[in-house]
Nanobody
Framework: QVQLVESGGGLVQAGGSLRLSCVASGRTFNAMGWYRQAPGKQRELVARISSGGTTNYADSVKGRFTISGDNTKNTVYLQMNSLRAEDTAVYYC??????????????WGQGTQVTVSS
């Protein structure tokens, strides 16, 4: 069965850093990424990396967050620097399986809480 296991969340002060990790298992994936959801807000894409190496970032995190992957460990990382209070959210690991350009399956981790105090 597909399983995504996240780690690295926690409480940090503004300006600090955290490194999130997500280990995926069960099958191969075409892309992996991180989404977040803050109270009262919709889930939003934070960063994503495809199997071809293409990355996408939310405008709000560009220059501060970096997504990377380790294929030997089937793991994706999110290095978060210069954290701000508005980064506070539950961060969810996402993995995609592409059946066609318009048909894909998404798998999700349980989420890890990131809280940034100011």
């Amino acid at each position: 069965q597909v399983q995504l296991v996240e780690s690295g969340g926690g409480l940090v002060q503004a300006g600090g850093s955290l490194r999130l990790s997500c280990v995926a298992s069960g099958r191969t994936f075409n892309a992996m990424g991180w989404y977040r959801q803050a109270p009262g807000k919709q889930r939003e894409l934070v960063a994503r990396i495809s199997s071809g190496g293409t990355t996408n970032y939310a405008d709000s995190v560009k220059g501060r967050f970096t997504i990377s992957g380790d294929n030997t460990k089937n793991t994706v990382y999110l290095q978060m620097n210069s954290l701000r209070a508005e980064d506070t959210a539950v961060y969810y690991c996402n993995a995609e399986v592409w059946y066609s350009i318009s048909n894909r399956r998404d798998y999700w981790g349980q989420g890890t809480q990131v809280t940034v105090s100011s």
